[in-house]
């Protein structure tokens, strides 16, 4: 992969993607990096709002209402699963090709992955073939979610040294952030492509596929990296040594040889696994917890106001964490959502709307700010050099979760429901569930210590003398057995 | 090195930097507010 980065860093056709070439000159302010990551992560948060194709595709072709040919949700269920799957592991992937080739080469790349996959996708509705949807919107799309999702992360990180929490709080803001735009960007194209024999889908996504190439395109011209020996005015790195923030680098593959990096998967897939449960089950949880008080049209609105939080969280929690430290903004996560989970059940039977609507939004800012602040986390426990790339290996703990919390949602509650118990209490055993996995979540992280130091990268230059050294050593062990042999 | 003059960025252009996401994300934001009304209506 480096042969491969170094070969096309020798100019070409696509020179203009290299790392070198997006060096900031002195003066260019750091302000200008976030919206560049914001132009990415906007769009790549599009996937959130994915379910408002879901009922036109199941009319494709009765138009009115579905025909037996069209297809139905649990077949497009799958489009979603498909991204968020590949997503993660393409992260995972491409994480060491995308922090070596520069976050230029990963946003133009990540650009035309998930712009190909609206296109893809728009004629796989217009040959009603639900496969070229799973290949367009799911693999190659998801590509452009995974590459997307960590192309601008160690850059923010570098940028941002004394605030890194806050930086990558802002461009993951803008993933939870992506489908207030796309949700009722994509129902207005749809209206206005609709005809009495024709729908718009396929039209709404082509249209959708060049907006976002457009604004990937900006943000991939827009980014820079800091010269390598950059630092803010008047940053002065901390004298005293932090013990959970390192200085030293983790090559990307030794991180994941070290305790940490798991501890912090499970951190991870603990908190989105809770959050991710809730999301898709919210609207009729609170309907179903609170029969008469809440209907369908203020639920709804609920669902909107859990998005808003979610979004909210991201930038709230990991700018907070670069003031109380990364360690305590788990604590408080694992904590606070174990009392939270353990009170839902108490305002069903209470029937205090309020409470659980309070509970909730705390909940999902949390499951927000549990994204947003994992960057930083891992800059603190494994240095800047290959934050990206480690980025992109714990994202997997996302694709997990995305089974796990729906799964231990639907599945609980229809098991409850068929053994008897009433709709209103249908959720209770899966909230201590929750609660429970928080305290998993708890010993993990608290389990977290600094990196072993066996597990540092050594500098560069140091490493540059050690084999100048070994060269010289074995030069003279050769020459010494050349004279013996005289 | 430091960055000898931290605004060497003209201001235009960080507005407008921020104005291209800011504008269609606070749309976003004001519709979706919109909606979310309806829980306390």
Not at chain 1, 68 to 79: F, M, Q, S, V, Y
């Given at each position: 992969?480096?042969?491969?980065?170094?070969?096309?860093?020798?100019?070409?056709?696509?020179?203009?993607?290299?790392?070198?070439?997006?060096?900031?000159?002195?003066?260019?302010?750091?302000?200008?990096?976030?919206?560049?990551?914001?132009?990415?992560?906007?769009?790549?948060?599009?996937?959130?709002?994915?379910?408002?194709?879901?009922?036109?595709?199941?009319?494709?072709?009765?138009?009115?209402?579905?025909?037996?040919?069209?297809?139905?949700?649990?077949?497009?269920?799958?489009?979603?699963?498909?991204?968020?799957?590949?997503?993660?592991?393409?992260?995972?992937?491409?994480?060491?090709?995308?922090?070596?080739?520069?976050?230029?080469?990963?946003?133009?790349?990540?650009?035309?992955?998930?712009?190909?996959?609206?296109?893809?996708?728009?004629?796989?509705?217009?040959?009603?073939?639900?496969?070229?949807?799973y290949f367009g919107?799911?693999?190659?799309?998801?590509?452009?979610?995974?590459?997307?999702?960590?192309?601008?992360?160690?850059?923010?990180?570098?940028?941002?040294?004394?605030?890194?929490?806050?930086?990558?709080?802002?461009?993951?803001?803008?993933?939870?952030?992506?489908?207030?735009?796309?949700?009722?960007?994509?129902?207005?194209?749809?209206?206005?492509?609709?005809?009495?024999?024709?729908?718009?889908?396929?039209?709404?996504?082509?249209?959708?596929?060049?907006?976002?190439?457009?604004?990937?395109?900006?943000?991939?011209?827009?980014?820079?990296?800091?010269?390598?020996?950059?630092?803010?005015?008047?940053?002065?790195?901390?004298?005293?040594?932090q013990k959970l923030?390192?200085?030293?680098?983790?090559?990307?593959?030794?991180?994941?040889?070290?305790?940490?990096?798991?501890?912090?998967?499970?951190?991870?897939?603990?908190?989105?696994?809770?959050?991710?449960?809730?999301?898709?089950?919210?609207?009729?949880?609170?309907?179903?917890?609170?029969?008469?008080?809440?209907?369908?049209?203020?639920?709804?609105?609920?669902?909107?106001?859990?998005?808003?939080?979610?979004?909210?969280?991201?930038?709230?929690?990991?700018?907070?964490?670069?003031?109380?430290?990364?360690?305590?903004?788990?604590?408080?996560?694992?904590?606070?959502?174990?009392?939270?989970?353990?009170?839902?059940?108490?305002?069903?039977?209470?029937?205090?709307?309020?409470?659980?609507?309070?509970?909730?939004?705390?909940?999902?800012?949390?499951?927000?700010?549990?994204?947003?602040?994992?960057?930083a986390y891992l800059?603190?426990?494994?240095?800047?050099?290959?934050?990206?790339?480690?980025?992109?290996?714990?994202?997997?703990?996302?694709?997990?979760?995305?089974?796990?919390?729906?799964?231990?949602?639907?599945?609980?509650?229809?098991?409850?429901?068929?053994?008897?118990?009433?709709?209103?209490?249908?959720?209770?055993?899966?909230?201590?569930?929750?609660?429970?996995?928080?305290?998993?979540?708890?010993?993990?992280?608290?389990?977290?210590?600094?990196?072993?130091?066996?597990?540092?990268?050594?500098?560069?230059?140091?490493?540059?003398?050690?084999?100048?050294?070994?060269?010289?050593?074995?030069?003279?062990?050769?020459?010494?057995?050349?004279?013996?042999?005289? | 090195?430091?960055?000898?003059?931290?605004?060497?960025?003209?201001?235009?252009?960080?507005?407008?930097?921020?104005?291209?996401?800011?504008?269609?994300?606070?749309?976003?934001?004001?519709?979706?507010?919109?909606?979310?009304?309806?829980?306390?209506?």
């Open positions: 992969m480096t042969t491969m980065v170094q070969a096309q860093s020798s100019g070409g056709l696509f020179g203009f993607l290299d790392r070198s070439r997006t060096i900031a000159k002195p003066g260019f302010s750091r302000w200008m990096v976030p919206p560049a990551a914001l132009c990415v992560h906007l769009c790549i948060g599009q996937a959130y709002a994915f379910s408002v194709f879901n009922l036109p595709m199941t009319k494709l072709i009765g138009i009115t209402q579905s025909a037996p040919n069209d297809w139905n949700i649990p077949e497009l269920g799958w489009i979603f699963s498909v991204g968020i799957f590949v997503l993660g592991f393409s992260a995972a992937i491409f994480g060491r090709w995308v922090e070596e080739g520069g976050p230029r080469r990963a946003m133009f790349t990540a650009a035309l992955c998930w712009a190909g996959g609206f296109l893809i996708s728009a004629i796989g509705v217009y040959v009603h073939n639900l496969w070229v949807i919107y799911g693999l190659v799309g998801g590509c452009g979610l995974g590459i997307g999702y960590i192309s601008p992360v160690s850059t923010l990180i570098k940028w941002f040294p004394d605030r890194p929490g806050m930086a990558t709080g802002m461009a993951i803001m803008g993933f939870g952030g992506g489908a207030f735009i796309a949700s009722p960007l994509s129902v207005w194209l749809m209206s206005r492509f609709s005809t009495a024999t024709h729908v718009g889908v396929a039209e709404t996504f082509i249209v959708m596929g060049v907006i976002y190439l457009v604004f990937m395109m900006v943000g991939a011209f827009l980014v820079r990296v800091p010269a390598p020996d950059w630092k803010p005015e008047g940053y002065t790195p901390p004298v005293v040594e923030i390192t200085r030293s680098d983790v090559y990307v593959y030794d991180a994941l040889r070290t305790p940490q990096f798991w501890c912090i998967w499970i951190i991870l897939c603990v908190n989105v696994t809770a959050g991710i449960g809730v999301i898709g089950q919210a609207s009729a949880m609170s309907q179903e917890m609170f029969p008469g008080k809440v209907t369908a049209i203020a639920a709804a609105g609920f669902v909107g106001l859990m998005s808003l939080f979610n979004m909210a969280g991201r930038f709230f929690w990991a700018s907070t964490s670069d003031y109380i430290g990364r360690k305590n903004t788990y604590f408080v996560f694992m904590v606070l959502g174990f009392f939270l989970y353990c009170a839902v059940p108490t305002t069903g039977s209470l029937g205090s709307v309020a409470a659980f609507v309070l509970c909730f939004l705390v909940i999902i800012s949390m499951y927000g700010g549990g994204f947003a602040t994992v960057p800059r603190d426990m494994f240095g800047t050099r290959y934050v990206g790339a480690i980025h992109g290996l714990l994202i997997t703990a996302w694709s997990m979760a995305g089974i796990f919390g729906p799964v231990l949602v639907n599945y609980i509650r229809e098991y409850n429901i068929t053994h008897g118990v009433p709709k209103a209490q249908a959720y209770n055993v899966t909230m201590y569930i929750m609660a429970g996995l928080f305290v998993i979540g708890f010993v993990a992280n608290l389990l977290i210590r600094a990196v072993d130091k066996r597990f540092h990268m050594v500098p560069d230059r140091e490493k540059a003398l050690v084999t100048a050294a070994a060269a010289g050593r074995e030069r003279t062990d050769r020459q010494a057995a050349r004279r013996e042999v005289r | 090195m430091t960055s000898a003059n931290q605004n060497g960025t003209p201001a235009w252009q960080l507005v407008l930097a921020w104005g291209f996401v800011g504008v269609p994300l606070a749309w976003g934001v004001a519709q979706t507010i919109a909606n979310a009304m309806k829980l306390f209506q």
